[in-house]
């Protein structure tokens, strides 16, 4: 059981580092971004690529590869994003969906269609109740508390950050003070992609690297942000760790239904949120 719940948290940190970028760009920008997907999955090819480049350095390929993904980012949000907002929301899935099917088929023209393992950069376990734990999926766990907080210091602290709060609240209000909010909203999508590809190569020891993966962790992010409260930082954070827990538990007794289950936590979640408003 004990390694289900370290399993649980690895998932939902993974989850969290994609999820957040989703959240704050639907937040912000009202755009249901599919992109995100492809610039988590070509972020992880890129940093598998480096690994070579790199003697197998883990810190400098994943360096290399989020830098390398930072002006990918800014050209999807320049180009294609900037010019979707205040259309509606079928524009925005149509366009970024694009996007991702392109991503897709590049990987495959330039890498194949096998999948790629990555190897655990740490390669230790600790013992704990007659049971190995990674200490890689520990420090992954690590790394996503220490993210939430910064993102929280960020947000609170940061000039930036307190005009992206009051645009989540009210984009036009920003507006009307004189504040080219664009501006602010390219750095928060260019940091939004920065933390999916880390989320990516995180993972990637955990499972193995494949074309179609921007598909399937796009899909589980879409649950987090419903089931957290779209635009919510903080409920981003509590419903990817206890979705993830969702998929660790399931999958221990059900490894078929562990991705279905997700859905019906979020198919519950909307339900219990629609009455509640009726009886408001």
């Known amino acids: 059981m004990i390694q289900t719940i370290v399993y649980g948290f690895t998932i939902g940190a993974i989850l969290y580092f994609f999820s957040v970028g989703l959240a704050l760009t639907f937040g912000t920008m009202r755009i249901i971004n599919f992109a995100h997907g492809m610039v988590y999955a070509v972020g992880v090819y890129l940093f598998i690529a480096f690994l070579k480049v790199f003697d197998d350095s883990f810190l400098l390929a994943l360096a290399a590869s989020v830098i390398a993904m930072l002006p990918v980012a800014y050209i999807i949000e320049r180009f294609i994003i900037r010019r ?3 259309e509606g929301l079928d524009y925005a899935i149509i366009a970024t969906y694009g996007v991702l099917l392109i991503g897709t088929d590049a990987i495959k023209m330039l890498w194949g269609t096998t999948s790629q393992p990555v ?10 109740a007659e049971f190995g734990l990674p200490v890689y999926r520990i420090a992954i766990f690590a790394c996503a508390v220490v993210l939430f907080l910064a993102l929280r210091v960020f947000f609170k602290r940061s000039i930036i950050g307190r005009i992206v709060v009051a645009a989540l609240e009210d984009s036009d209000g920003v507006r009307c003070l004189g504040l080219d909010v664009n501006k602010y909203f390219s750095i928060i999508f260019v940091l939004g992609s920065a933390l999916a590809v880390l989320g990516g190569i995180l993972y990637a020891p955990i499972s193995s690297a494949e074309p179609y993966m921007g598909f399937h962790i796009l899909l589980l992010a879409f649950a987090v942000v419903i089931v957290g409260g779209m635009g919510n930082l903080n409920g981003t954070f ?5 979705l993830g827990m969702v998929m660790a538990i399931t999958g221990r007794f059900w490894s078929q239904a562990a991705n279905a289950m997700v859905f019906v936590v979020m198919a519950l979640v909307l339900i219990v949120r629609s009455r509640k408003l009726d009886t408001d």
Do not use: C, K, R
């Open 119 to 128: 190897n655990d950069p740490v390669g230790i376990s600790i013992e704990v």
């Open 238 to 242: 509590v419903a990817a760790l206890a």
């Open 84 to 86: 979707l907002y205040g």
